[in-house]
């Protein structure tokens, strides 16, 4: 059974950053595509950042494009988001989801994390 588990969502000042953790266990894949998706509230979930597993390959929408670096940990389960120049428009829950390559169909989701940007 995958698992994926996000922390580090929290309330933030505009301008400020936070980082978002991604644990992923329970896999097996030779090849897995780590995707951040985000929420905001009264719209629809849109993919903001993803990663293959060989930690190089990456992707960013535009949204959040110089901003934003996804990154894979030292530990190779654990993926990261970090996130600098946060604006309100930011407020969303994110999700960490995995695939099997840059947007094709999500496998498994974590649970979601919420991140507010607000003075």
């Known amino acids: 059974q995958v698992k994926l588990v996000e922390s580090g969502g929290g309330s933030v000042q505009p301008g400020g950053s936070q980082r978002l953790s991604c644990i992923v266990s329970?896999?097996?894949?030779?090849?897995?595509?780590i995707t951040w998706f985000r929420q905001p509230p009264g719209k629809e979930r849109e993919g903001v950042a993803g990663?293959?597993?060989?930690?190089?390959?990456?992707y960013y929408s535009d949204s959040v494009k110089d901003r934003f670096t996804i990154s894979r940990g030292d530990a190779d389960h654990t993926f990261y988001l970090q996130m600098n120049s946060l604006k309100p428009e930011d407020t969303a829950e994110y999700y960490c989801?995995?695939?099997?390559?840059?947007?094709?169909?999500?496998?498994?989701w974590g649970q979601g994390t919420q991140v507010t940007v607000s003075s």
């Open positions: 989801a995995a695939g099997g390559y840059c947007g094709g169909a999500v496998w498994f």
């Open positions: 329970g896999y097996t894949y030779t090849n897995i595509y």
């Open positions: 990663i293959h597993n060989d930690g190089v390959t990456t």
